[in-house]
């Protein structure tokens, strides 16, 4: 088992950054590949960005790529990812989660561990 708990989420203006936080407990972190969803309202859970076990990988949407970096410490056991120029289209719940990243890195079903969630919104 793998605990995930976000961090970091919070009411913030377009244009402005954030940074969320993913703490895990358990199981060796560095064993598996990270990634981060998000689901907003009405919507379906979408990919938003993915690491490899080892960080020499990373994965992005079309919609956050440029503007989201993802990165993980695996000394500290932590997954981060850096927003920078939110927009409004941003809004939503993120949650991180842990998978053992055999295939595409971007599909749901891929993660067998997934965090609670943190509500990110962003005001236009």
């Known amino acids: 088992q793998v605990q995930l708990v976000e961090s970091g989420g919070g009411l913030v203006q377009a244009g402005a950054s954030l940074r969320l936080s993913c703490a895990a407990s358990?199981?060796?972190?560095?064993?598996?590949?990270m990634a981060w969803f998000r689901q907003a309202p009405g919507k379906e859970r979408e990919f938003v960005a993915a690491?490899?076990?080892?960080?020499?990988?990373?994965y992005y949407s079309d919609s956050v790529k440029g503007r989201f970096t993802v990165s993980r410490d695996n000394a500290k056991n932590t997954l981060y990812l850096q927003m920078n120029s939110l927009k409004s289209e941003d809004t939503a719940v993120y949650y991180c989660?842990?998978?053992?990243?055999?295939?595409?890195?971007?599909?749901?079903?891929?993660?067998?561990?997934w965090g609670q969630g943190t509500q990110v919104t962003v005001s236009s």
């Open positions: 989660a842990a998978g053992s990243g055999s295939s595409s890195f971007k599909g749901p079903d891929e993660y067998a561990y």
């Open positions: 358990g199981r060796t972190f560095s064993n598996y590949a």
């Open positions: 690491i490899s076990r080892g960080a020499f990988m990373t």
